[in-house]
Nanobody
Framework: QVQLVESGGGLVQAGGSLRLSCAGSGRIFSFYGMGWFRQAPGKEREFVAAINWSGGSTLVADSVKGRFTISRDNSKNTASLQMNTLKPEDTAVYYC???????????????????WGQGTQVTVSS
Protein backbone atom coordinates (compact mmCIF):
# COMPACT_ATOMS: atom_id res chain seq x y z
CA GLN A 1 0.00 0.00 0.00
CA VAL A 2 1.14 3.53 -0.77
CA GLN A 3 -0.11 6.61 1.04
CA LEU A 4 0.18 9.96 -0.76
CA VAL A 5 -0.21 13.44 0.67
CA GLU A 6 -0.22 16.54 -1.51
CA SER A 7 0.67 20.01 -0.29
CA GLY A 8 1.50 23.43 -1.66
CA GLY A 9 -1.81 24.47 -3.13
CA GLY A 10 -3.33 27.88 -2.57
CA LEU A 11 -4.58 31.10 -4.10
CA VAL A 12 -2.35 32.91 -6.58
CA GLN A 13 -2.79 35.66 -9.13
CA ALA A 14 -2.55 34.95 -12.83
CA GLY A 15 1.07 34.89 -13.91
CA GLY A 16 2.23 33.66 -10.54
CA SER A 17 3.84 30.38 -9.48
CA LEU A 18 3.17 27.54 -7.09
CA ARG A 19 5.08 24.39 -6.25
CA LEU A 20 3.07 21.32 -5.33
CA SER A 21 4.61 18.46 -3.41
CA CYS A 22 3.57 14.86 -3.02
CA ALA A 23 4.94 12.85 -0.12
CA GLY A 24 4.74 9.08 -0.35
CA SER A 25 4.89 6.48 2.37
CA GLY A 26 4.24 2.79 2.75
CA ARG A 27 5.53 0.69 -0.12
CA ILE A 28 8.74 1.86 -1.69
CA PHE A 29 7.58 4.88 -3.60
CA SER A 30 10.78 5.02 -5.61
CA PHE A 31 10.06 2.07 -7.87
CA TYR A 32 6.80 3.28 -9.39
CA GLY A 33 5.83 5.73 -12.07
CA MET A 34 3.74 8.63 -10.87
CA GLY A 35 1.66 11.46 -12.19
CA TRP A 36 -0.20 14.64 -11.46
CA PHE A 37 -3.83 15.10 -12.48
CA ARG A 38 -6.34 17.86 -11.89
CA GLN A 39 -10.09 18.18 -11.71
CA ALA A 40 -12.07 21.37 -12.04
CA PRO A 41 -15.71 21.61 -10.86
CA GLY A 42 -18.03 19.86 -13.27
CA LYS A 43 -15.19 18.45 -15.34
CA GLU A 44 -13.48 15.10 -15.61
CA ARG A 45 -10.12 14.46 -14.04
CA GLU A 46 -7.42 15.35 -16.56
CA PHE A 47 -3.77 14.53 -16.98
CA VAL A 48 -1.18 17.18 -16.16
CA ALA A 49 2.25 15.54 -16.01
CA ALA A 50 3.89 12.19 -15.30
CA ILE A 51 7.34 10.83 -14.55
CA ASN A 52 8.82 7.35 -14.70
CA TRP A 53 10.12 5.50 -11.67
CA SER A 54 13.71 6.73 -11.99
CA GLY A 55 12.89 10.31 -12.93
CA GLY A 56 14.58 9.99 -16.28
CA SER A 57 11.50 10.38 -18.47
CA THR A 58 8.58 12.78 -18.23
CA LEU A 59 5.28 13.48 -19.97
CA VAL A 60 3.53 16.84 -19.90
CA ALA A 61 0.08 17.77 -21.15
CA ASP A 62 0.01 20.21 -24.04
CA SER A 63 -2.08 22.63 -21.99
CA VAL A 64 0.76 23.12 -19.47
CA LYS A 65 3.82 22.44 -21.59
CA GLY A 66 6.49 25.06 -21.07
CA ARG A 67 4.87 26.21 -17.82
CA PHE A 68 4.77 23.15 -15.55
CA THR A 69 7.67 20.85 -14.62
CA ILE A 70 7.43 17.50 -12.84
CA SER A 71 10.29 16.08 -10.81
CA ARG A 72 10.90 13.51 -8.09
CA ASP A 73 13.41 12.84 -5.34
CA ASN A 74 13.38 9.12 -4.63
CA SER A 75 15.77 9.51 -1.70
CA LYS A 76 13.05 11.54 0.05
CA ASN A 77 10.00 9.73 -1.33
CA THR A 78 8.69 12.97 -2.77
CA ALA A 79 7.58 14.35 -6.09
CA SER A 80 6.93 17.92 -7.14
CA LEU A 81 5.05 19.91 -9.71
CA GLN A 82 6.48 23.36 -10.37
CA MET A 83 3.79 25.54 -11.89
CA ASN A 84 4.76 28.84 -13.49
CA THR A 85 2.84 31.47 -15.42
CA LEU A 86 -0.40 30.22 -13.93
CA LYS A 87 -3.68 30.97 -15.67
CA PRO A 88 -7.24 31.09 -14.32
CA GLU A 89 -7.99 27.93 -16.30
CA ASP A 90 -5.41 26.09 -14.19
CA THR A 91 -7.80 26.37 -11.24
CA ALA A 92 -8.61 22.86 -10.01
CA VAL A 93 -7.97 20.29 -7.33
CA TYR A 94 -4.59 18.71 -8.08
CA TYR A 95 -3.95 15.05 -7.30
CA CYS A 96 -0.77 13.00 -7.30
CA UNK A 97 -1.00 9.35 -8.15
CA UNK A 98 1.29 6.32 -8.25
CA UNK A 99 1.14 3.34 -10.57
CA UNK A 100 0.99 -0.19 -9.21
CA UNK A 101 3.59 -1.78 -11.49
CA UNK A 102 7.25 -1.99 -10.50
CA UNK A 103 9.67 0.09 -12.58
CA UNK A 104 6.80 1.69 -14.40
CA UNK A 105 6.82 4.65 -16.73
CA UNK A 106 4.63 7.68 -16.27
CA UNK A 107 1.24 7.54 -17.96
CA UNK A 108 -1.41 10.03 -19.02
CA UNK A 109 -4.25 7.57 -18.33
CA UNK A 110 -6.17 7.89 -15.09
CA UNK A 111 -7.03 4.20 -14.94
CA UNK A 112 -3.38 3.14 -14.95
CA UNK A 113 -2.81 4.54 -11.47
CA UNK A 114 -3.42 2.46 -8.37
CA UNK A 115 -2.97 4.98 -5.56
CA TRP A 116 -4.20 8.55 -5.20
CA GLY A 117 -3.71 11.38 -2.77
CA GLN A 118 -6.55 13.44 -1.33
CA GLY A 119 -5.84 16.44 -3.54
CA THR A 120 -4.83 20.05 -2.99
CA GLN A 121 -6.77 23.07 -4.24
CA VAL A 122 -5.13 25.51 -6.64
CA THR A 123 -7.01 28.71 -7.39
CA VAL A 124 -5.72 31.24 -9.90
CA SER A 125 -7.39 34.63 -9.88
CA SER A 126 -7.51 36.86 -12.93
Amino acid sequence: QVQLVESGGGLVQAGGSLRLSCAGSGRIFSFYGMGWFRQAPGKEREFVAAINWSGGSTLVADSVKGRFTISRDNSKNTASLQMNTLKPEDTAVYYCAVRGDLYSSGSSHVNEYAYWGQGTQVTVSS
